[in-house]
């Protein structure tokens, strides 16, 4: 005896053949009475449902959806937790926070992303170690702003180095002399 599916079964009633209850082999929409051959698959049933009836398929969808985000996100913590808890050295956290702050630095991100579970699934799954913990928003404050110090430094020493060979002196000879022409 076939049987329908999922959410499926809340709008669609299995008939036999002279229309009462079921054989499996036909089905009848419960929202319009329309009736359908029926053979197991649920294709047909969700086109009618999503073409002739689109507010019950966009909850059928929405909750289908839903259903699909929780089996993914317990998938991923699943696949964490039963892993090795791989351990970490100390050159892999400090590279991380590095690059943590330079991807935030860069992209204009909030230094609040570090306390975003989602960003830390992420890296815990890259590890797989689940203990992983993110550096703190202090943390990669004070590395951002290390990282800003030590670009600014290096803007004037070359500032320094260009001023002492005359090089901003030619430079500025060369743009003088395109302005002329």
């Known amino acids: 005896m076939h049987r329908i599916g999922g959410k499926l079964n809340e709008h669609f009633a299995l008939l036999n053949a002279d229309g009462a209850a079921s054989d499996g082999t036909k089905i009848s ?17 969700t086109y009618h449902l999503q073409r002739k009836h689109p507010m019950q398929y966009q909850r059928v969808a929405a909750d289908e959806s839903k259903k699909n985000d929780d089996a993914k996100r317990c ?10 808890n791989k351990p970490v050295t100390d050159r892999v956290c400090e590279d991380l926070k590095g690059a943590i702050a330079q991807w935030i630095a860069s992209s204009g ?11 830390k699934t992420v890296l815990c799954v890259a590890l797989q170690n ?4 993110l550096p703190s928003r202090r943390t990669i404050d004070n ?13 004037r020493n070359t500032m320094d180095r260009a001023y002492k060979s005359g090089t ?7 743009q003088q002399q395109r302005i002329l022409l």
């Open 29 to 45: 929409c419960l929202h319009c009475k329309k009736q359908f051959a029926y053979r197991g698959s649920n294709t047909s049933l």
């Open 75 to 84: 998938s991923i913590l699943n696949f964490v937790s039963t892993h090795s």
């Open 109 to 119: 991100r909030p230094t609040a992303i570090v306390e975003d579970p989602g960003l």
């Open 130 to 133: 689940q203990q992983y913990t």
């Open 143 to 155: 590395i951002i702003a290390r990282m800003y110090d030590e670009k600014l430094q290096e803007y």
């Open 168 to 174: 901003h002196y030619r430079l500025l000879d060369v």
